[in-house]
């Protein structure tokens, strides 16, 4: 029993991981580039919702939706700003920048709102369920957020599978010179992608705040951190893979630190990480490229 | 490109094993320039005191609680006549290099009292700039023993961290608050691995039974399932937590969210919990903490302190602010006690060797957070600790 609920323990957290690794992976799938930012903007996600819940006292899902919008905006914009500019400049010149607009985004954060922490309301409310007589008990947080990352991906699957602005991501994503001579507007098909991973970023926020709430300007950038590894351990640029090494980076970490210790499990995870690297440089589902000449 | 990502992949997963050995504080706060003022009227007749606290950041609540407390007093010493004090508070962010140079700018200032540092990491490197230049130190709350140790100029009014652990076992021994104990520390805190070791020392000789010692990290401070679950599982009935007030409220959410409902236990980290925005304070009932001041105590010098305190600033004052007040008046009963041996016009190293005598040499004072103090020659305070109970979202003084 106790096994179980470390399972579901680690299921959510890793659900929570896999949809900030979605959101990583998208980007660098279509953009080739690391949005180091990506996790601040799960912070703006879960301040938005806070404000709008707390303090302006509107509905659960309307913060949500509000947070997703502001979200996108930002996403958008600091897409437009920093990284475009940027676009035929080397990988390392795009990385250090996304490196200055998560500082930026910390620090705005900061004199906007303080560091004092704030303490989030859970947009399902604290309901549990106790099911097999009550020797288990599951939250609503966490099946909510166990489902949603399944939706997320699914949703995400059949949007570059199946739709026009899909299929441009993927073009994109496969040689960016190529798909502009076929008529492709790449610059948008970028912008979109950033939108579609702000707007994973919100959801993951305002989730990730709902289970662990509490909000400061730095709570997104351990996890974004740790789905950045996720997104790598699970192949990075894959969608399943995204899910897959989000799922089994919080199982992993769960598990290390209820069986193993509670000191070692960020080594531990690690480790594993490094390992799995070791005996497959392109993470579990990434695909083997051979470059052509 | 792949070979790229790769290193960068290599590089986080280090910073993630290597994330377990610093003490970090991600408190860089705001960045107004802060300092303020009480001045008094004259300056030939006014002691200069000076003191650094993170007056903006994720700490704030306890600079300036630690800051009213000691205008409050500065502000009634003055109205007394006689001795003179003017206050300076400068804004260290809970970063020591800001509080180094924060120290410097006190200096200049012509500081002739020190009132330290509020937190322990600023309060070790404020200790040895002091100790350099030779000026007394008096701190109200960095509770680290690197703050006084190897210093003969630095007292505490704090309890040392190692005496809250041992106090803390000997609270839970003396009034059978559990019979199976768990303990979740941070152990990559100095401040929380102080007081765990001391703590299970202590627990160890007075035979209490610990039965779930877990442990996290700044970098795995969102999901303490684990830890809850192996205390529940364990039976454990009382959780100690030598910890910080943020991670606590994670911890009374999620072992709530399991109907698990344990005695919870804390030290004066746990100060400040009823403050935090948008808390629940239904989780935190029934908390117990060991502070040396209780607000609700029935002397009269706790009682008139917290009517001029919320006369003055509108809020209850927590154990910072009574730090803070027992600061002021402790060096002006210092001052008091040597019959005119410290005047305003010495320079601060005289100041400081007159009252190094004092307070090594037997002196006593009460005050707000304890009776009859004394302090040893290394600088560490010693008084009775009283622990505190929340009900209704408010403290009462336990027995």
Redesign the interface.
């Known amino acids: 029993m ?1 096994f179980l ?2 399972l579901i ?1 680690g299921l959510s ?1 890793g659900s929570i991981y896999a949809i900030i690794a979605l959101g990583y992976t998208m980007v660098y799938g279509i953009a ?1 580039m ?1 949005n180091f930012a990506h996790g601040d903007v799960i912070m703006v996600g879960g301040y938005i919702s ?1 404000f709008a819940s ?1 303090a302006w006292g509107l509905p659960p899902v309307v913060s949500l939706f509000l947070a997703i919008i502001v979200c996108i905006v930002l996403g958008v914009t600091i897409e437009r700003l920093a990284y475009k500019p940027l676009r035929h400049a080397t ?2 010149a795009v ?1 250090i920048t996304a490196i200055g607009v998560s500082y930026l985004l910390q ?1 705005a954060a ?2 906007l709102w ?8 859970s947009i399902v409310g ?1 309901t ?1 369920f ?1 099911p097999l007589g009550g020797k288990l ?1 599951i ?1 609503l947080i966490a099946i909510v957020t166990v489902a949603v990352s399944a939706v997320i991906m699914a949703l995400l699957t059949w949007f570059t599978g199946q739709t026009k602005i899909g299929k441009a991501m993927r073009a994109c994503s496969e040689d960016r010179g190529a798909s502009q001579l076929m008529g492709i507007n790449v610059d948008f098909t970028i912008s979109v992608t950033f939108a579609i991973g702000a707007a994973l970023a919100a959801v993951a926020g305002v989730l ?1 705040c709902s ?4 909000l ?1 300007p ?1 709570t997104g950038a ?2 974004g ?2 789905a ?2 996720a997104a ?1 351990f699970g192949g ?1 640029g894959s969608i399943p893979g995204a899910m897959l090494g989000g799922v089994l980076l919080g199982i992993i ?2 598990f290390a ?2 069986y193993i210790s ?2 070692l ?3 531990i ?3 594993v ?2 390992l799995v ?1 070791l005996v497959k ?2 993470g579990l589902l990434g695909r083997k490229i051979t470059e052509k000449v | 490109m792949k070979k790229f990502l790769s290193i960068v992949v290599v590089l986080i997963a280090m910073i993630g094993v290597l994330s377990g050995c610093g003490s970090s504080n991600n408190s860089a706060g705001t960045n107004q320039p802060a300092g303020s003022k009480t001045s008094a009227a004259g300056s030939s007749n006014t002691f200069k005191i000076g003191g650094t606290a993170p007056l903006t950041g994720s700490t704030a609540i306890y600079g300036v609680a630690v800051k009213q407390g000691a205008e409050l007093a500065v502000a009634e010493v003055n109205a007394k006549g006689g001795i003179q004090f003017e206050l300076n508070y400068q804004d260290d962010q809970q970063v020591a290099e800001t509080a180094a140079n924060a120290y410097n700018t006190l200096k200049d200032w012509g500081m002739q009292i020190f009132l330290s540092s509020v937190t322990s990491s600023p309060g070790v490197a404020t200790s040895a700039l002091a100790a350099k230049d030779h000026v007394f130190g008096l701190t109200p709350s960095a509770s680290s023993t690197d703050v006084t140790k190897g210093y003969n100029n630095i007292f505490q009014m704090c309890f040392a961290d190692p005496n809250q652990g041992t106090a803390s076992a000997q609270y839970m021994s003396k009034n059978k608050l559990g019979t199976k104990i768990a303990v979740i520390y941070r152990n990559d805190d100095v401040y929380s691995t102080g007081i765990y070791n001391t703590f299970k020392a202590e627990a160890e000789k007075l035979g209490l039974n610990i039965v779930s010692t877990t442990t996290f990290t700044d970098s795995s401070s969102n999901d303490f399932s684990v830890q809850i679950k192996d205390a529940q599982s364990k039976g454990a009935d009382l959780i100690f937590l030598p910890i910080y007030y943020t991670p606590a409220s994670l911890i009374f959410a999620q072992a709530a969210a399991i109907n698990y409902k344990p005695k919870y236990f804390g030290v004066d980290g746990m100060d400040g919990i009823l403050t935090l925005e948008g808390f629940d304070k239904n989780l935190a009932e029934g908390v117990m903490l060991l502070t040396p001041f209780s607000a609700d105590a029935k002397d009269q010098l706790t009682a008139d302190f917290v009517s001029n305190y919320k006369q003055k600033y509108g809020q209850i004052p927590n154990q910072f602010a009574a730090d803070g007040y027992d600061c002021i008046y402790a060096i002006y009963d210092a001052i008091q006690a040597s019959h005119g041996a410290i005047t305003p016009t010495m320079k601060a190293s005289d100041i400081a060797d007159q009252l190094i005598a004092e307070f090594a040499g037997g002196f006593t004072f009460s005050g707000v957070t304890g009776a009859n103090m004394t302090w040893n020659a290394n600088g560490q305070v010693s008084k009775e600790p009283k622990a505190v109970v929340i009900q209704n979202g408010v403290y009462v003084g336990m027995n």
């Open positions: 106790v609920f470390h323990s957290l080739k690391l806070f707390s990988s390392l990385l620090n900061q004199l303080t560091s004092n922490p704030k303490v989030f309301t604290f549990h106790a008990d939250s990730m289970m662990y709430p509490t400061t730095t351990m996890p951190i740790k950045f590894t790598v990075i970490e769960i630190k209820a509670t000191q499990s960020d080594t995870v690690f480790v990480l490094i690297l440089p392109t």
